[in-house]
């Protein structure tokens, strides 16, 4: 039988020293209430701990598991976090991956999360596994837009905002295409690599 893994490795951004104590308290409590309490998962889904200062003597605490984690309970951790103000005001992403024992058809996964947590919002979040199905689906449209196309298409949309009346280029089309189909309520990916 294959075991199914979900791993992950970030660091949180604190307010200070204090608040690292603060934090590493705060999750002995939540995780204290056991069955019923904030946790989803019945085990330890992540271990925190305080991640030495770098150069810059940010505070961090290093959240992470290489085995079953939980992303849920990262999560809820993150959010009761920010609900106390011991997080810095920026913005923080989780990455997570899914891995098997067994190269089974339905093994290997990951997403991410973005979250500010100056207001402990999301602002933006991907499950591969939901992006690779639209794009096969056909229900999600990839547009390819190259360096010099997305230059044109800013300076028009400048010169619009500007109140200067210019030709549309072509490059706007793919970028007008991505947005119709955005207010349609579909999923757009705007791609593009640059020569350098």
């Known amino acids: ?7 992950f490795s970030t660091l949180l951004p604190l307010q200070n020293a204090d608040a690292v104590s603060q934090a590493l308290t705060l999750l002995e409590t939540m995780r204290a209430e056991g069955e019923g309490g904030p946790f989803e998962s019945d085990f330890l889904g992540f271990e ?3 991640n030495e200062p770098p150069d810059n003597e940010l505070q961090h605490l290093w959240i992470h598991h290489d085995e079953s ?20 005001p920026v913005r923080w992403s989780l990455i997570w ?13 990951g997403g991410a999360i973005v979250l500010d947590l100056a207001t402990g919002t999301e602002i933006a979040s991907l499950s ?4 690779a199905y639209q794009i096969e689906q056909s229900s999600h449209q990839v547009f390819d837009v190259d360096r010099e196309a997305a230059a ?13 009346a210019t030709p549309e280029t072509p490059a706007m089309l793919p ?6 189909s955005v207010s349609l309520g579909q999923t757009v990916t705007i791609s593009g690599v640059s020569p350098d």
């Open 1 to 7: 039988m294959p075991n199914y893994y979900t791993k």
């Open 175 to 180: 970028i007008r295409t991505a947005l119709a």
């Open 48 to 50: 925190a701990e305080a």
């Open 97 to 109: 991956a899914g891995d098997c024992s067994k190269p089974c058809l339905d093994a290997y996964c």
């Open 128 to 131: 591969l596994t939901n992006w």
């Open 152 to 164: 044109q298409a800013h300076d028009y949309v400048m010169q619009k905002l500007d109140g200067e």
């Open 69 to 88: 984690g939980s992303v849920e309970d990262v999560l809820t951790f993150v959010y009761a976090c920010c609900e106390k103000k011991l997080t810095l």
